[in-house]
């Protein structure tokens, strides 16, 4: 693959730098186990009470209307339909929490993607992260991973209360904040979707064909199977 250039590189995490059975095995599980629990001892709580309201909503019901027991129900079967709804992420990560700091749970990144993001970074490069899971969540994986912590490499981090990561106004609102023009950030994703909706907005794309990735030939997209086959120039 040829050198792109770009002065930023925004990275999804599922399917990218990060085992999607790590997400769905191992995170999903922990949340779906603690989920009820967590819903009950924090009742009135920012996150719970957000959650409940999207649930009332969806329901067209009152929040009075929403139990805890009902609302843990509802955000169990989201966690089941991989539902990408900002306030369950939000709930997730503060359960993810007590999870990561315990020391009982640590974030997967594949091999080769902490070298490349420290070239990258030694390069002049600015790093930042998309994904559907929360902030919050984020740098919890991030800072609890095997490799230690990795925050420190990223000059940002962006969920979906900047946008849906299907839509290209998420992806232009990403590079006014990082203070770019979209076509100077490399979007990497494994979902050809969320690439092309990044390419609309002017990035530039890079498919990540973990293992169980489907490749799309024809999507416009170059492919890579690791972060080392990438080349980023700066300019």
Known sequence: MAAIPARAVLVDIEGTTTDVRFVHDTLFSVARREL????????????????????ARERGASEQAVSDGELAA?????????????????????????AYESGGLRGHVYADVEPALRRWRDRGVTLAVFSSGSVEAQKLLFRHTTSGDLTG????????????????GAYQRIAEALGLAPGQVL?????????????????????LLRPGTARYP????????????????PG
């Not at 924090?42 to 649930?55: Q, Y």
């Not at 089941?80 to 992420?89: I, Q």
């Not at 024809?218 to 120039?233: L, Y």
Request: aromatic content about 8%.
């Open 36 to 55: 009820a629990a967590y819903v009950s001892a924090h009742a009135g709580s920012p996150e719970v009470e957000a959650a409940r309201s999207a649930v």
């Open 74 to 98: 509802a955000l169990l079967a989201w966690i089941d339909e991989d539902r990408k709804e900002t306030t369950l992420k939000a709930l997730q990560g503060k359960i993810w929490r007590s």
């Open 153 to 168: 490499l990223f000059t940002a981090f962006f969920d979906t209360t900047t946008g849906p990561k299907r839509e290209a």
């Open 187 to 207: 979007f990497l994703s494994d979902v050809v979707a969320e690439l092309d909706a990044a390419a609309a907005a002017g990035m530039r794309t890079v498919q």
């Open 218 to 233: 024809g999507s416009g997209h170059p492919v890579a199977e690791r972060f080392d086959e990438i080349a980023v120039e």
